[in-house]
């Protein structure tokens, strides 16, 4: 009997218990696939805006909280405010994704701000941090998150989305000098801005290397993990009660590298990954959290292999710590009907352990 554990349920699998049913969450929780999201987004002159109005991206923030009972709640920002921040001119075309302005030589590296200067023009960011944490249920956590270094440096040397990632690629790999002296600048300025966050209220962390995939594996070391690993202890060291979780997309047994050298709490498992092989290779072995990994078209889908899916993550990690989640963002096609189902099946599943 006693009282009921009344501490968040996405800290606690964090510290290292495991629960039945997984507390959990969505990357993209809050977005295009909510009409009250549409709502508000079709007011605002761009999605900066909005970004940068903490009274709206708080509104934006707590939408899924209001229609599903989730454990957490990730900051409505984006990755690209830290270049933003840095004074890179950034906008985002309907339909087409963000458009940077480049970032392609030491000329243009000397011309950004020093990562301080975020403190100031990110302002309206940590202050939807400050009144999340206010306002959110006692049992909900507060992410916040970056980009990582390499994915922010892709944008910039890209100019926007991209397919190939040539530019960037090519920059990796001839511009040493140049390239090495972006990443570690980018590097600093994660690190404001995650330091910032917690500041301002956030309970956990989430690093987003979205593009880590697209680098060669000898090429990880120098642009995934150094910049990772310099996060994970800068953070580490300031405010070791505040987990850390690593996405680094699509890098496959690439994570057994990254696990050894990265020291975070936690790690994002996108759905290439083997479920029998992360429990074993990284829970059990290396001690990480697992968050995952469910495919978002499954989420789209519906019927049948919804179930199906959720059920085999389920199992495969039922004994170790685990978030659910997607293995990457929610889909604007997605109906919100079937993330509610989602999160009844979730509950059905729940062996009544806790
Ligand atoms: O007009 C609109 O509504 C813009 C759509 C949109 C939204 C809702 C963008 C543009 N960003 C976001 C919010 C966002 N982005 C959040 C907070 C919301 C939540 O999760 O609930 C987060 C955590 C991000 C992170 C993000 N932005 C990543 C990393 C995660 C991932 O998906 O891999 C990346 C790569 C971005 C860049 C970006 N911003 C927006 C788009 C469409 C993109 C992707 C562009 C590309 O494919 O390169």
């Given amino acids: 009997m006693g009282t009921p554990d009344t501490r968040k349920r996405l800290l606690r699998v964090l510290a290292g218990e495991v629960l039945a049913p997984p507390p959990v969450w969505l990357m ?15 007011r ?23 229609r599903f ?11 690209l405010v830290v270049p933003h ?12 994704g963000p458009r940077v302005a480049t970032v392609r030589d030491e000329r243009a590296l ?3 701000r020093p990562p301080e200067a975020l403190l100031e023009r990110l302002a309206p960011v940590y202050q939807t941090v400050r009144l999340l944490a206010s306002a959110l249920p006692a049992g909900v956590a507060l992410i916040g998150f970056s980009g990582a270094p390499w994915t922010l440096a892709s944008y910039l040397l890209e100019g926007g989305a991209s397919k190939e990632f040539l530019e ?7 511009a040493e000098g140049f390239f090495s002296a972006l990443v570690d600048r980018l590097t600093q300025a994660v690190c404001v801005h995650l330091e910032a966050q917690v500041e301002a209220g956030a309970d956990v962390l989430m690093l987003f290397d979205s593009w880590a995939g697209v680098l060669p594996e000898s090429e990880r070391r120098r642009w995934v993990e150094e910049p990772a690993r310099t996060i994970a202890t800068a953070l580490g060291r300031r405010f070791p009660h505040v987990p850390l979780i690593c996405f680094p997309r699509g890098i ?12 975070c709490r936690a790690l994002s498992l996108d759905t290439s990954v083997p479920l029998a092989w992360a429990r074993e290779a990284l829970a059990r072995e290396r001690g990480k959290v697992l968050q995952g990994n469910l495919d978002p078209v499954a989420l789209v889908a519906g019927g049948a292999a919804l179930e199906r899916e959720t059920r085999a993550i389920l199992a495969a ?3 170790i710590p685990h978030i659910f989640n997607l293995g990457h963002g929610v889909l604007p096609e997605t109906s919100p009907a079937q993330v509610a189902r989602l999160l009844e099946i979730l509950q059905n599943c729940g062996g009544g352990a806790m």
């Avoid at 993209?28 to 079709?42: H, K, S, T």
């Avoid at 009972?69 to 990755?79: G, H, N, Q, T, V």
């Avoid at 496959?252 to 020291?263: C, I, S, T």
């Fill in 85 to 96: 921040g840095l004074g890179v001119e950034v906008g985002f075309v309907e339909g087409e």
């Fill in 252 to 263: 496959g047994a690439g994570l057994l590298a990254f696990a050894e050298r990265v020291p």
């Fill in 44 to 66: 605002m002159p761009s999605f900066l805006d909005l970004c940068y109005t903490p009274e709206l991206a708080l509104r934006v923030t707590l939408q899924p909280l209001e």
């Fill in 317 to 319: 990690f039922r004994d």
């Fill in 28 to 42: 993209r929780q809050a977005g295009r696939y909510l009409p009250e999201y549409r709502e508000i987004r079709d």
């Fill in 168 to 174: 960037a690629r090519r920059a990796a790999r001839e």
């Fill in 69 to 79: 009972a989730l454990d957490a709640a990730i900051l409505f920002s984006d990755i």
């Fill in 110 to 112: 000397r011309a950004l």
